[in-house]
Protein backbone atom coordinates (compact mmCIF):
# COMPACT_ATOMS: atom_id res chain seq x y z
CA UNK A 1 0.00 0.00 0.00
CA UNK A 2 1.47 3.21 -0.79
CA UNK A 3 0.99 5.30 2.23
CA UNK A 4 2.58 2.12 4.17
CA UNK A 5 5.54 2.83 2.37
CA UNK A 6 5.74 6.24 2.56
CA UNK A 7 5.15 6.16 6.05
CA UNK A 8 8.33 3.84 6.00
CA UNK A 9 10.09 6.25 3.61
CA UNK A 10 8.80 9.00 6.19
CA UNK A 11 10.66 7.50 8.87
CA UNK A 12 14.10 7.30 7.22
CA UNK A 13 13.45 10.81 6.24
CA UNK A 14 12.71 12.64 9.50
CA UNK A 15 15.80 14.90 10.05
CA UNK A 16 16.07 16.02 6.73
CA UNK A 17 11.82 16.60 6.33
CA UNK A 18 10.98 18.01 9.43
CA UNK A 19 11.76 21.54 10.25
CA UNK A 20 13.44 20.93 14.01
CA UNK A 21 12.76 24.50 15.34
CA UNK A 22 9.08 23.93 14.86
CA UNK A 23 8.64 21.04 17.05
CA UNK A 24 9.48 19.68 20.63
CA UNK A 25 11.51 17.40 21.96
CA UNK A 26 10.62 13.75 20.43
CA UNK A 27 7.49 12.26 22.82
CA UNK A 28 9.03 9.98 25.69
CA UNK A 29 8.64 5.91 25.36
CA UNK A 30 5.95 5.67 27.96
CA UNK A 31 3.91 8.68 26.62
CA UNK A 32 3.99 7.21 23.02
CA UNK A 33 2.86 3.72 24.23
CA UNK A 34 0.36 5.72 26.65
CA UNK A 35 -1.17 7.49 23.29
CA UNK A 36 -0.92 4.86 20.75
CA UNK A 37 -1.45 1.56 22.63
CA UNK A 38 -4.96 -0.03 21.50
CA UNK A 39 -5.73 3.05 19.51
CA UNK A 40 -6.42 3.96 16.19
CA UNK A 41 -4.57 6.71 14.39
CA UNK A 42 -5.38 8.69 11.20
CA UNK A 43 -1.96 8.97 8.92
CA UNK A 44 -1.97 11.79 6.54
CA UNK A 45 0.62 12.19 3.61
CA UNK A 46 0.13 14.26 0.46
CA UNK A 47 -3.14 14.43 0.96
CA UNK A 48 -3.82 10.70 1.21
CA UNK A 49 -5.17 9.55 4.59
CA UNK A 50 -5.25 5.86 5.92
CA UNK A 51 -6.33 4.33 9.65
CA UNK A 52 -3.59 2.63 11.73
CA UNK A 53 -4.85 0.81 14.52
CA UNK A 54 -1.82 -0.03 16.93
CA UNK A 55 -2.42 -3.16 19.06
CA UNK A 56 -1.25 -4.02 22.51
CA UNK A 57 0.87 -6.80 20.84
CA UNK A 58 2.58 -5.40 18.35
CA UNK A 59 0.55 -5.79 15.27
CA UNK A 60 -0.12 -2.27 12.96
CA UNK A 61 -3.27 -2.69 11.31
CA UNK A 62 -3.64 -0.01 8.24
CA UNK A 63 -6.69 0.64 6.18
CA UNK A 64 -6.58 2.77 3.15
CA UNK A 65 -7.22 1.60 -0.25
CA UNK A 66 -6.21 -1.27 1.10
CA UNK A 67 -5.84 -3.25 3.94
CA UNK A 68 -2.87 -4.65 5.30
CA UNK A 69 -1.06 -5.93 8.76
CA UNK A 70 2.80 -5.19 10.16
CA UNK A 71 4.26 -4.97 12.97
CA UNK A 72 5.59 -2.18 15.49
CA UNK A 73 7.27 -1.32 18.98
CA UNK A 74 8.82 1.25 20.50
CA UNK A 75 12.31 1.51 21.10
CA UNK A 76 13.63 2.50 24.22
CA UNK A 77 14.79 6.14 23.00
CA UNK A 78 11.12 6.58 22.30
CA UNK A 79 11.59 5.38 18.23
CA UNK A 80 8.63 4.19 16.71
CA UNK A 81 9.45 0.96 14.57
CA UNK A 82 6.93 -0.15 11.85
CA UNK A 83 7.47 -2.79 9.36
CA UNK A 84 5.25 -3.72 6.64
CA UNK A 85 5.07 -7.19 4.81
CA UNK A 86 8.55 -7.76 3.55
CA UNK A 87 9.61 -4.17 3.79
CA UNK A 88 12.60 -3.58 6.44
CA UNK A 89 11.83 -2.12 9.39
CA UNK A 90 12.07 1.59 9.66
CA UNK A 91 12.18 3.48 13.14
CA UNK A 92 12.01 7.42 13.68
CA UNK A 93 11.40 9.89 16.67
CA UNK A 94 7.39 11.02 17.03
CA UNK A 95 6.92 14.69 17.83
CA UNK A 96 3.64 16.18 19.69
CA UNK A 97 2.39 18.98 17.71
CA UNK A 98 -1.29 18.80 20.20
CA UNK A 99 -2.81 17.13 22.76
CA UNK A 100 -3.73 14.13 20.16
CA UNK A 101 -1.71 14.80 17.38
CA UNK A 102 1.53 13.97 16.35
CA UNK A 103 4.15 14.47 13.65
CA UNK A 104 6.41 11.33 11.70
CA UNK A 105 8.68 12.71 9.26
CA UNK A 106 6.35 13.80 6.72
CA UNK A 107 3.27 12.30 8.18
CA UNK A 108 0.77 13.96 10.22
CA UNK A 109 -0.60 11.13 12.75
CA UNK A 110 -4.03 12.12 14.98
CA UNK A 111 -5.11 10.09 17.51
CA UNK A 112 -8.59 9.17 17.22
CA UNK A 113 -11.11 8.18 20.03
CA UNK A 114 -9.93 6.51 23.52
CA UNK A 115 -7.76 3.78 24.46
CA UNK A 116 -9.71 0.50 23.64
CA UNK A 117 -10.93 1.60 19.80
CA UNK A 118 -10.41 -1.48 17.77
CA UNK A 119 -12.13 -0.91 14.38
CA UNK A 120 -9.64 -1.90 13.03
CA UNK A 121 -8.83 -5.16 14.84
CA UNK A 122 -7.72 -8.17 13.26
CA UNK A 123 -10.50 -10.31 11.99
Do not use: K
Request: proline share 3%; net charge negative.
Amino acid sequence: MALARTLAVALLCLSGCVDQAELDQPVSPLALRQQIVGRTVSATENGHTSLIHFSGDGVAAINGATAEYGRWRIEENGFLCLQWRDQPERCAAVYQINASRYRVGTVDMNVLGPAGDERLERR
